[in-house]
């Protein structure tokens, strides 16, 4: 079992930046693929990203390519999402989430566990 903390959100104005890290704790986090999500009010939660356990695939929604890079360091049982170029549209909780399917997936009921989620708030 994983368990999953956020941290690193807050509120930023239109084209800044932030940092999400989460951090895991558990057995085994260099072996599931790890993903963001966000739900903004009134609306299902999202795929954001995607990173495979060995770091070496990345993948995005069409909405934060170019702006948004994820990583991890297995080392330190984190990922991470930086984000930049900051949109108000970009306003939710972000939740990171725990996969152990090898397949780089963007649905989210197909991830195991889940982080509580951390509050960005883009100002225009």
């Known amino acids: 079992q994983v368990q999953l903390v956020e941290s690193g959100g807050g509120l930023v104005q239109a084209g800044g930046s932030l940092r999400l890290s989460c951090a895991a704790s558990g057995r085994s986090f260099n072996l599931y693929n790890m993903g963001w999500f966000r739900q903004a009010p009134g609306k299902e939660r999202e795929f954001v990203s995607a990173?495979?356990?060995?770091?070496?695939?990345?993948y995005y929604a069409d909405s934060v390519k170019g702006r948004f890079t994820i990583s991890r360091d297995n080392a330190k049982n984190t990922v991470y999402l930086q984000m930049n170029s900051l949109k108000p549209e970009d306003t939710a909780v972000y939740y990171c989430?725990?996969?152990?399917?090898?397949?780089?997936?963007?649905?989210?009921?197909?991830?195991?566990?889940w982080g509580q989620g951390t509050q960005v708030t883009v100002s225009s």
């Open positions: 990173i495979r356990w060995s770091g070496g695939t990345t």
């Open positions: 989430a725990a996969d152990r399917d090898f397949r780089l997936r963007v649905g989210a009921l197909d991830y195991d566990y």
